[in-house]
């Protein structure tokens, strides 16, 4: 995977001095229920060697290359609405998340990315404080 990310012309968002990615910015929904956060996120006509997805952190990226379509080199588009290029979407989810624990699918041009929280960790503790003789 690491790999396939370094060979891309697309970088990761997280990579420090990357531009503002191309003009496709796919349509994504996050739903939230009490254990997890699902991402859904538009990417038709795209194929899993198109799109990566990290996590750091709280952050999800999601990001890849939509390619125009092969086989018309010196044809004239007469009309061209779909947009084509380098694309990124980052989610900053409101609390801290599981990485190891993030899972990803692509159904009928509909990437769905379960993750899960962490368990929320205590803020207070009560400390037993012990006596030593003297």
Known sequence: ???LVEDSVCPSPFSAGVRKLGQFRPLADVVETDEVFL???EL???EREDVSLEVHGNEVAVFGERKPPEGFAGAAFQSMERSYGCFSRRF???VEVD???VE???KAGLLHILVPKRPPRPENRNIVITFEDE
């Open 1 to 3: 995977m690491k790999r």
């Open 39 to 41: 991402i859904l996120v």
């Open 44 to 46: 038709p006509g795209l």
């Open 92 to 94: 900053v989810l409101p």
């Open 99 to 101: 990485p190891s624990a």
């Open 104 to 106: 990803a699918r692509m």
